[in-house]
T-cell receptor
Framework: DAGVTQSPTHLIKTRGQQVTLRCSPK?????VSWYQQALGQGPQFIFQ???????QRGNFPDRFSGHQFPNYSSELNVNALLLGDSALYLC??????????????FGPGTRLTVT | LAKTTQPISMDSYEGQEVNITCSHN???????ITWYQQFPSQGPRFIIQ???TKVTNEVASLFIPADRKSSTLSLPRVSLSDTAVYYC?????????????FGTGTRLKVLA
């Protein structure tokens, strides 16, 4: 059973460009969240998708947008890249009902470098 | 969402028990306490969750006093591989959509 997968592993972009990151949730999971983690900081919540809609959003500008597909996979898009967008981008999945656990499963992340 | 406060860093030696305390003074009645572990360049990994008193699993124990304004993650007999950042989160209810808010965490360094 594959866990959360993300692609690509690493990415280098130039300021002003646009980037798309991809995530496939763990089997059986329907809720996907995205996080940005700068070096030495904790993960910062960007947004969460369930039933192909954005359900929760953190304090991130509209340059950050996302999408969830019918198969529950998700994309994170960042427009007009800034140097400050350089970070590890993490995707996490869980099952909406949650059972009796808060456990989210995180992917390995995509390391984005903006030059 | 309840704000959490943890020590920035801790050092320990192999074989010792490590206790990391998290303060969450404005925790709400329905909030649960959850701890995650993160190694460098990896996503966080769920360790344990609890609502009150004591919870134990194969990895750790979680102690929550009656007023629930703090919690303590206890790692028994740590090894070098337990060197990581540990995050305390307070989360509402068990289902639905909600934000997982990570603070800066506690950097645990286990020494030989």
């Amino acid at each position: 059973d594959a866990g959360v997968t993300q692609s690509p592993t690493h990415l280098i972009k130039t300021r002003g460009q646009q980037v798309t990151l991809r995530c496939s949730p763990k089997s059986g999971h329907d809720t996907v969240s995205w996080y940005q983690q700068a070096l030495g900081q904790g993960p910062q919540f960007i947004f969460q998708y369930y039933e192909e809609e954005e359900r929760q959003r953190g304090n991130f500008p509209d340059r950050f947008s996302g999408h969830q597909f019918p198969n529950y996979s998700s994309e994170l898009n960042v427009n007009a890249l800034l140097l400050g967008d350089s970070a590890l981008y993490l995707c996490a999945s869980r099952r909406y009902g949650g059972g009796n656990s808060y456990e989210q499963y995180f992917g390995p992340g995509t390391r984005l470098t903006v030059t | 969402l309840a704000k959490t406060t943890q020590p920035i860093s801790m050092d320990s030696y192999e074989g010792q028990e490590v206790n990391i305390t998290c303060s969450h003074n404005n925790i709400a009645t329905n909030d649960y306490i959850t701890w995650y572990q993160q190694f460098p360049s990896q996503g966080p990994r769920f360790i344990i969750q609890g609502y009150k008193t004591k919870v134990t699993n194969e990895v750790a124990s979680l102690f929550i006093p009656a007023d629930r304004k703090s919690s303590t993650l206890s790692l028994p007999r740590v090894s070098l591989s337990d060197t990581a950042v540990y995050y305390c989160l307070v989360l509402p209810s068990l289902s639905g959509t909600y934000k997982y808010i990570f603070g800066t965490g506690t950097r645990l360094k286990v020494l030989a």
